[in-house]
């Protein structure tokens, strides 16, 4: 069975805290991106969610829904939101969040598909999520930028971007 080959475009870890990290100039030589996202935590602050926005644009109307579970309760929804889709919820400064993010024919000239996995290890109730989005551009991308919904992302966040070719 033929199988898919992930090749490395930028990885970054957070030396300092900071308000976004931006992967740009990304190349329109692979079928799918897929960021990996690990020890994601807030500087400050519990409940932070994970955006991502694509190609910079903070105005159009994106898509996203999500299912979470905790081993004990589960819950859903599905939003349109302004300049931004969510990728991971209930972050903290100790939340260690890991999340698999894969967009999906990303140089078609068709509106993007995103998908997300995310979790973490809370001792209390580990969160596990599985969204999906609807990025509303039509040119391929070119930029992702992930930021909190509010402060910064703590030090030694990392983000890994991979172009994952053909089959």
Excluded at 62 to 86: M, W
Aim: hydrophobic share 40%; net charge neutral.
């Amino acid at each position: 069975m033929p199988t898919s080959t992930w090749t490395l475009i930028q990885s970054t870890t957070l030396g300092a805290a900071a308000a976004s990290v931006t992967f740009s100039s990304i190349p329109a030589t692979y079928a799918d991106l897929v960021v990996v996202c690990s020890n994601i935590n807030s500087a400050s602050g519990s409940g932070r969610s994970l955006y991502l926005v694509a190609n910079a644009d903070t105005a159009s109307t994106y898509f996203d829904g999500f299912a979470s579970a905790n081993g004990t309760t589960s819950t859903g929804s599905e939003s349109l939101r302004t300049g931004f889709v969510v990728m991971a919820q209930a972050i903290s400064t100790t939340s260690n969040t890991a999340a698999y993010i894969q967009v999906m024919d990303y140089t078609e000239s068709k509106r993007k598909q995103v998908m997300t996995r995310a979790g973490h290890p809370t001792t209390a109730a580990p969160i596990v999520l599985h969204g999906y989005g609807n990025l509303p551009m039509t040119a391929a991308i070119n930029s992702l930028q992930f930021k909190l919904d509010t402060g910064n992302m703590a030090a030694n966040s990392t983000f890994s971007l991979y172009g994952v070719s053909a089959v």
